[in-house]
């Protein structure tokens, strides 16, 4: 099958131009000042909106 209409570049490149990657928005957490995605847990020390939801265990050795 042959393609009967073609897109224009312009055409293509409109289409396109909502492709692009966006940077992340980052925040530092409240406790520990780690950068954090907004409204995740921190990984570093396991907040959320000033309350521990995650217990980090600590490496005795």
């Given at each position: 099958?042959?393609?009967r209409m073609r897109h224009t570049?312009?055409?293509t490149?409109?289409?396109?131009?909502?492709?692009?990657l966006k940077a992340l928005n980052?925040?530092?957490?409240?406790n520990c000042g780690a950068v954090v995605r907004p409204h995740r847990v921190c990984d570093a020390c396991g907040n959320?909106?000033?309350?521990n939801v995650v217990?980090?265990?600590t490496s005795t050795k």
């Open positions: 099958m042959v393609v570049r312009a055409h490149a409109n289409r396109r131009s909502h492709h692009a980052l925040s530092a957490c409240e959320y909106k000033g309350k217990v980090k265990a």
